[in-house]
């Protein structure tokens, strides 16, 4: 059983459109955290969400910590074939990091 | 400033094998975790010290799996013997420490390739 789901599992849009990645999980977490993953490295840190309802913003990249710190959401504006890549989501749990498959996102130029 | 190194980054070997994966953390972070990822179960949890001290094994497969941390900048995953199955890229992370989980440093990995 996955602890985190995430969708979609792959996503393929053109250059220049919205999107949003979802994270869910019947577990509370103590904070979450979204990773970004490119081929051959390891993934990257983007943000880090703690506290309920707790909205962040990176440039183009807004991300949404449920009220009930089960579930998250990532959404992208305008996006660049740059965005292309593997979205992680992670939970801590009992000190845990636990990942989510994660959502394969292609920017078609 | 270095990153998590790994090494060796590639590794193919014959089943029966074994084989030994190493990572040296960020100077300075006190948590290390080592996680296993394939395509069909994505990013496993095999390990984490903290302290050096192993603080939960659970994710570790089998008792094929070992792992090892004698000193603050060094660990080591143990396959013996190794099996098809335990083909995957294996990725050292470490943190700064056990209470501000979720911000991890990964290395770029060690793909295994068992024939």
């Known amino acids: 059983t996955q602890l985190l789901e995430q969708s979609p599992q792959f996503l393929s849009i053109q250059e220049g459109e919205n999107l949003t990645v979802y994270c869910n999980s019947s577990?509370?977490?103590?904070?979450l955290q979204w990773y970004r993953q490119e081929p051959g490295e390891g993934p990257v840190l983007l943000v880090t969400?703690?506290?309920?309802?707790e909205v962040k913003k990176l440039k183009r990249l807004t991300f949404q910590f449920g009220d009930a710190r089960k579930d998250s959401s990532l959404h992208i504006t305008a996006a660049q074939p740059g965005d292309t890549g593997l979205y992680l989501c992670?939970?801590?749990?009992?000190?845990?990091?636990?990942f989510g498959k994660g959502t394969r996102l292609h920017i078609l130029p | 400033d270095a990153g998590v190194i790994q090494s060796p980054r590639h590794e193919v070997t014959e089943m029966g094998q074994e084989v030994t994966l190493r990572c040296k953390p960020i100077?300075?972070?006190?948590?290390l975790f080592w996680y296993r990822q394939t395509m069909m179960r994505g990013l496993e949890l095999l390990i984490y010290?903290?302290?050096?001290?192993?603080?939960?094994d659970s994710g570790m497969p089998e008792d094929r799996f070992s792992a090892k941390m004698p000193n603050a900048s060094f660990s080591t995953l143990k396959i013996q013997p190794s099996e098809p199955r335990d083909s995957a890229v294996y990725f050292c992370?470490?943190?700064?420490?056990?209470?501000?989980?979720?911000?991890?440093?990964f290395g770029e990995g060690s793909r295994l390739t068992v024939l």
């Open positions: 992370a470490s943190s700064v420490g056990r209470w501000s989980p979720g911000e991890l440093f």
């Open positions: 577990s509370v977490f103590s904070s």
């Open positions: 969400v703690v506290t309920g309802g």
């Open positions: 992670a939970g801590t749990l009992d000190d845990k990091i636990i």
């Open positions: 100077s300075g972070h006190n948590s």
């Open positions: 010290f903290n302290n050096n001290v192993p603080i939960d």
